[in-house]
């Protein structure tokens, strides 16, 4: 039987035409589609070919209709600008310290640095900007730098330890593995544990203080408070950005510690800096802006009669 006559067979079960082809005596019906999916069919090619005419469907062509979907969100974003623009311009045009003396756009720049916090920081500070080893917990009271706005700013805008910015943060403590023994370094460790309030005061402890005075002393300060001017940390506190505990102390004196902060000016506007200022100084351990030094006296002002009458009398003049 030739493939043309069994193609013509037909399917006793079902009435429809074989194809031909058979597989371990399996056969294939020649079903024919069903007319509304050929309809449908037709009906997606003809839309197609209308789309591709109409609408950016190949690269490089605009279409008839110069639709896309980028124009629409450049548009948006136009849009969105355009509304914004007023609170940027605002933000923008007030000194950083004079935010807070407006409630509305102290909240604004709260939230706007809240957002540019979470695009930027958050890989390193963590989601709650509370840090890790290494990276500063935002939201205490212990800053290296200085905790008011106009600090965080300045922060922000030069980086720490930023090789090739001229006013980046930058403090240098010496690896003493090459100064001290070992074993002085043990006895600094055991004083520091007792200026931090961990340890009891004892013999290494002793010993570490006046090794501390003679080498530790000119940054950290004789009571280990810090030196803000130089970036030294407070180490009479329980706040470490390394750890307190014995070892990592030891590791810090030995090796020393050299973290760096990329300087933001190079990547976001000033704006946005000055949000993120706002937003980090709200954590919780931002602090009050330092009062601004008073203005010289003027001769022939009450100010500069009140001033020369009080030397004349041998008084101190305080604010």
């Known amino acids: 039987m030739t493939d043309e006559t069994h193609a013509k067979r037909i399917d006793e079960a079902t009435g429809t035409h074989l194809v031909g082809h058979e597989w371990d005596g399996i056969e294939e019906l020649d079903t024919p589609l069903p007319r509304w999916w050929v309809y449908m069919f037709i009906a997606c090619v003809v839309f197609a070919a209308g789309y591709v005419v109409a609408y950016p469907a190949i690269p490089d062509t605009p279409g008839m209709t110069g639709w896309s979907s980028r124009g629409d969100l450049t548009k948006m974003l136009a849009a969105e600008q355009t509304a914004r623009a007023p609170r940027v311009n605002a933000i923008a045009s007030t000194p950083i310290e004079d935010l807070q003396k407006n409630p509305e756009l102290i909240r604004i720049a709260i939230e706007g640095g809240r957002a ?8 390193c500070h963590g989601a709650g900007a509370a840090g890790s080893k290494g990276y500063p917990n935002l939201n205490d009271d212990d800053w290296l730098w200085g905790g008011d706005i106009a600090a965080i700013q300045t922060t922000l805008i030069h980086g ?38 961990q340890d009891e005061p004892g013999r290494s402890a002793a010993a570490g203080a006046a090794l501390y005075a003679e080498n530790c002393a000119s940054c950290h300060g004789d009571g280990a408070k810090g030196n803000r001017e130089l970036g030294a940390p407070n180490l009479s506190d329980a706040i470490w950005l390394y750890g307190g505990d014995r070892a990592n102390l030891t590791e810090t004196i030995t090796k020393a510690r050299y ?24 954590l919780g351990g931002g602090e009050a802006s330092p009062a601004p030094a008073p203005a010289p ?18 008084a101190d003049v305080g604010v």
């Not at 540019?116 to 890989?123: D, E, G, L, P, R």
């Open 259 to 282: 973290g760096v902060m990329p300087y933001w000016s190079q990547r976001l506007d000033a704006v946005t800096i000055k949000m993120l200022a706002a937003y980090v100084h709200s």
């Open 160 to 197: 720490i330890r930023v090789q090739g910015v001229d006013e980046t943060r930058f403090s240098q403590m010496p690896a003493f593995a090459e100064i001290l023994t070992k074993a002085q370094i043990q006895q600094v460790v055991s004083h520091i544990r007792v200026v931090s309030g």
């Open 297 to 314: 006296a003027v001769a022939g002002t009450p100010a500069a009669a009140q001033t020369a009458a009080a030397e004349s009398n041998g």
């Open 116 to 123: 540019a916090f979470k695009v930027n920081c958050v890989s």
